[in-house]
């Protein structure tokens, strides 16, 4: 009688530890899934914070005027001599929002020969001003906001532009580099000088 009622403690005893063995695991797993959660919830939570952050430095994104994004982009330094020669290197730089349509090099080199160089003279500073004015819209228009038709320029008389689903011309001009955004304006990027009807080189 006295081993059956020493076993039956012993059966009690053993019980006992597997029940506080089995709460004390829920405890814990509990106490880990607590832990886990904060965890990916902060994770969702700060996803979305860096996203706008990437998106907002895009690599067309302003780094300084029209003046100073030609003067960093060695495609345009024809141009900006141009404007330095003939006086508007200023106006590329006022605050306001304007859009250039800037030869790149290779289109100046495919004006006739010694064409260039005329024009740098101090003498033609008037005809080069009116020519580089003709390259110059005063509002900012992205290729987004191109639409056929004609738009005025500084110069005065109006640029035809023709739009595609590929391809954007301004008079006989193709748009290469379109989309070079600064702080007073865009630029857009050209294979060709444009030069108003009424000049002749």
């Keep these: 009688m006295l081993q059956v009622i020493r076993k039956s403690n012993k059966l009690l005893i053993a019980a006992s530890i597997g029940l506080m ?95 260039l160089d005329k024009l740098l003279l101090p003498e033609n500073r008037e005809q080069l001003r009116k020519i580089l004015s003709y390259h110059v819209v005063p509002t900012q228009v992205t290729s987004a906001d191109i639409k056929p038709g004609e738009v005025a320029t500084v110069e005065g008389q109006p640029l035809s532009i023709e739009s595609s689903a590929s391809n954007i011309t301004v008079n006989d001009a193709s748009v290469i580099q379109p989309d070079v955004t600064a702080t007073n304006g865009v630029i857009h990027g050209i294979d060709k000088v444009l030069l108003p009807p009424d000049v002749q080189l």
């Design 21 to 115: 063995t089995a709460i004390a695991a829920c405890e814990n797993s509990g106490t880990t899934n607590t832990t886990t959660n904060p965890g990916a919830a902060s994770t969702v939570t700060e996803s979305p914070l860096v996203s706008p952050t990437v998106s907002a430095s895009p690599s067309t994104a302003a780094s300084g005027t029209i003046s100073e994004v030609l003067a960093e982009n060695s495609s345009f330094s024809t141009l900006l001599t141009a404007a330095q020669a003939a006086g508007v290197q200023e106006t590329l730089s006022e605050p306001g929002s304007i859009t250039v349509f800037a030869p790149t090099n290779e289109a100046f080199a495919a004006l006739p020969a010694g064409t």
